[in-house]
């Protein structure tokens, strides 16, 4: 079945509707779009832009269809698919030509801007359809132009206000989606997580500052510093309990001590402050051997060694 917006079609139709000449670029344009309208099964029901409907047994235009021309162009259909009267209006604005579609119980409009010269050669006009002997096409430039100006028509007018309209040899592209399979091998992004994917574990803190992954250490690195200052979501916590930019006693790397020293009266160290032993004492049995680990001595080290013993300290026959 043939396409029923065959450029060379169109071109022969709008010979036969326009009964006198073309006056301009735009008389033809007007022209053009009429054309496209009856083709696609359209009734012609008059000029203007009120509701009324004609019976369609008229397809060539009035002799007046261009009087307010290039300024007003107004034609009237129907369609036997549809209820609504549908109105194209177009009109010359500077260099350019402006088209609306319209179907009026819809109140929804739809609009193509064209640029006049770039769709129709202004020394062809005027031009007498019936009496010259030049192709129609040369006014419109070349076929493909012309088809290419259908085509937007066809896209911006004609499947806004009549979608999915049912017309053999019409393809209502609106309706059709195609998506291309894409050739290009797509490259793994490093910066994206894939929540189905493990997540490969990252260097302990020493040897990145900002890394708080470690599988192996009960989900996350206690030597890791900043990792909930990284994550708005991290959850609150006292400064200094671990995971934020602030380091203080209470920190996992210490032991996980959260409590006071017992050797201070109580409430003597704020919460999450950084605080200093101050010693040397003597080792808690609460805390273990602290960092240090086994062989710490009666130095707890916690949360560091700032205190550091004389040589030989131990050796009381000296």
Sequence with gaps: MSDPLDPASLLHLIAQITPSTLQSPYDALAACSHAIMLSVGCKFAGLGDDARQGDGSVRTLPESWNSQGPSNYAFRYSHPQSSMTFVIKSF?????????????????????????????????FP?????????????????????????????????????????????????????????????????????????????????????????????????????????PMGGLRMPGDGGGMFVGPSHPMFGGRHEDDARLPRGAVPPGARFDPIGPFMPDPRRGRGRGGAGAGRFSGEPDNDELPPPNYDNYFM
């Design 92 to 124: 010359r604005l500077g260099n350019r030509y402006l088209m609306h579609g319209l179907a009026i119980e819809d109140n929804k409009t739809a609009t193509l801007d064209i640029e006049t010269a770039h769709f129709t050669s202004n020394g062809f």
């Design 127 to 231: 031009y007498n359809p019936h009496e010259s002997k030049d192709p129609l096409v040369h006014g419109f430039i070349s076929t493909s132009q012309f088809k290419e100006l259908v085509s937007l028509f066809k896209i911006n007018i004609l499947q806004r206000i009549l979608p999915g309209l049912q017309k053999p040899g019409y393809e209502d592209t609106s309706t059709t989606s195609t998506t291309a399979p894409s050739s290009t091998p797509q490259r793994s992004d490093p910066s994206r997580t894939d929540p189905s994917q493990p997540h490969p574990p990252r260097p302990p803190i020493f040897d990145d500052p900002t890394t708080a992954d470690d599988p192996s250490l009960f989900g996350h690195n206690p030597y890791s510093v900043g990792r909930s200052d990284l994550e």
